[in-house]
């Protein structure tokens, strides 16, 4: 049908019997247009945010997100308006295996927060959502409650991109949440690969969360994400599973003290925790606020966020060049003959790239 209406309006007709030539998705166009239509000037939505108006703070998370590069320009010139406005919250990284029970316990904990009068944002990095096509962090859907609370406020980890790509929209979206009035941030990952990396390099706090197992607790979950966690929380410790979960963190705890104190002097805690049950949040709660004394005082906190964003320019900056080197029309006129040369054993690796980048550099 659409098809048809599509035939029937194009310019470009021809006989029947003739291929209809490609036409413009229209569609798209439309889309188009209307995307550009609807972008306000960046001091409406700095406005906007900064009164807490949740639709513009959507809107500007979006701009975040897209690939277009006029939206690049205008969503970074939001992020500069509301970066010093930011700062004033708790970030809390969240992670462990997909099953752990992270939505369930972000609802637990999300939920008691609010009932304090916290303002709660819930943020995600999943950089398997490109592949998937669907984030399976951070959705609604996972957080009924939260989902319906005025207080808090829910976004799907981005979806397009590198997971460096994803992890700076998630940052800059942590920023305009934190302008927005914010004062508490979540940022969940799977705890499956880099992506832990990525979000201890944002937040304050690492919460690793994990599963009381039969003799294997310290399986499946490597050194060094251990090594990052500021508290470790067994989940689903209730019913059968509260023995297992009490063996489990004595064991963590042990384990916790192989390592060497990390530079904030903070001692890791393990707790044992249960959704089901609604019991943790409070312990959570004393904790993080053990912790922030701590770090508030000694100066570490203000050290840690000092560097991280220094690390950030560092990785923007790597994440461009990369992103340069690869758009280059050159660069993909000639990779994947450089690339057979080093594959087929005629040039060194070493050889491959330092042609690669004269190419790039014009040196060629
Ligand atoms: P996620 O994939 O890490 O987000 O995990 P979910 O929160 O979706 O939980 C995975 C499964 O564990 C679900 O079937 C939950 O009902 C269950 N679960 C979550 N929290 C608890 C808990 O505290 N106790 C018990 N017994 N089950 C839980």
């Given at each position: 049908?659409?098809?048809?209406?599509?035939?029937?309006?194009?310019?470009?007709?021809?006989?029947?019997?003739?291929?209809?030539?490609?036409?413009?998705?229209?569609?798209?166009?439309?889309?188009?247009?209307?995307?550009k239509k609807s972008i306000l000037p960046a001091k409406e939505y700095i406005d906007g945010v900064l009164g807490g108006n949740r639709t513009l703070l959507s809107q500007a998370i979006t701009l975040i997100e897209s690939q277009l590069p006029d939206h690049s320009i205008i969503a970074q010139?939001?992020?500069?308006?509301?970066?010093?406005?930011?700062?004033?919250?708790?970030?809390?990284?969240?992670?462990?295996?997909?099953?752990?029970?992270?939505?369930?316990?972000?609802?637990?904990?999300?939920?008691?927060?609010?009932?304090?009068?916290?303002?709660?944002?819930?943020?995600?990095?999943?950089?398997?959502?490109?592949?998937?096509?669907?984030?399976?962090?951070?959705?609604?859907?996972?957080?009924?409650?939260?989902?319906?609370?005025?207080?808090?406020?829910?976004?799907?980890?981005?979806?397009?991109?590198?997971?460096?790509?994803?992890?700076?929209?998630?940052?800059?979206?942590?920023?305009?949440?934190?302008?927005?009035?914010?004062?508490?941030?979540?940022?969940?990952?799977?705890?499956?690969?880099?992506?832990?990396?990525?979000?201890?390099?944002?937040?304050?706090?690492?919460?690793?969360?994990?599963?009381?197992?039969?003799?294997?607790?310290?399986?499946?979950?490597?050194?060094?994400?251990?090594?990052?966690?500021?508290?470790?929380?067994?989940?689903?410790?209730?019913?059968?599973?509260?023995?297992?979960?009490?063996?489990?963190?004595?064991?963590?705890?042990?384990?916790?003290?192989?390592?060497?104190?990390?530079?904030?002097?903070?001692?890791?805690?393990?707790?044992?925790?249960?959704?089901?049950?609604?019991?943790?949040?409070?312990?959570?709660?004393?904790?993080?606020?053990?912790?922030?004394?701590?770090?508030?005082?000694?100066?570490?906190?203000?050290?840690?966020?000092?560097?991280?964003?220094?690390?950030?320019?560092?990785?923007?900056?790597?994440?461009?060049?990369?992103?340069?080197?690869?758009?280059?029309?050159?660069?993909?006129?000639?990779?994947?003959?450089?690339?057979?040369?080093?594959?087929?054993?005629?040039?060194?690796?070493?050889?491959?790239?330092?042609?690669?980048?004269?190419?790039?550099?014009?040196?060629?």
């Open positions: 049908m659409e098809e048809q209406n599509h035939t029937l309006d194009s310019a470009l007709s021809v006989n029947s019997g003739i291929d209809q030539p490609p036409s413009v998705d229209k569609k798209a166009v439309l889309r188009f247009i209307r995307k010139e939001i992020i500069a308006g509301c970066l010093p406005y930011s700062g004033n919250a708790i970030r809390i990284g969240i992670t462990g295996v997909p099953g752990v029970g992270k939505s369930s316990f972000i609802e637990m904990l999300g939920t008691y927060l609010t009932n304090q009068g916290r303002k709660l944002a819930v943020l995600a990095i999943d950089p398997s959502s490109e592949k998937s096509g669907g984030s399976i962090l951070g959705d609604k859907t996972r957080m009924e409650n939260l989902s319906n609370d005025p207080l808090a406020f829910i976004r799907p980890s981005p979806a397009a991109g590198s997971l460096g790509g994803v992890a700076r929209k998630t940052r800059e979206t942590m920023i305009l949440c934190e302008a927005a009035g914010f004062n508490v941030v979540f940022i969940e990952t799977v705890g499956v690969g880099q992506s832990e990396t990525a979000v201890h390099s944002m937040v304050d706090f690492f919460l690793l969360l994990m599963l009381a197992g039969a003799g294997d607790e310290l399986q499946g979950i490597k050194r060094g994400i251990m090594e990052m966690a500021d508290a470790i929380a067994i989940t689903k410790a209730d019913g059968n599973n509260v023995r297992a979960s009490e063996i489990a963190c004595g064991e963590y705890r042990n384990a916790l003290h192989l390592f060497p104190l990390s530079e904030s002097g903070w001692v890791p805690k393990v707790i044992a925790i249960s959704a089901r049950e609604n019991r943790g949040s409070d312990t959570l709660a004393g904790i993080f606020a053990e912790y922030f004394d701590h770090v508030k005082a000694s100066g570490f906190l203000e050290r840690r966020r000092m560097e991280q964003s220094k690390e950030w320019m560092y990785s923007t900056i790597r994440e461009n060049l990369l992103a340069d080197f690869f758009h280059d029309h050159t660069i993909a006129r000639r990779i994947k003959e450089v690339e057979k040369m080093v594959m087929e054993g005629r040039q060194t690796s070493w050889q491959g790239a330092k042609k690669l980048l004269e190419i790039y550099r014009r040196k060629e």
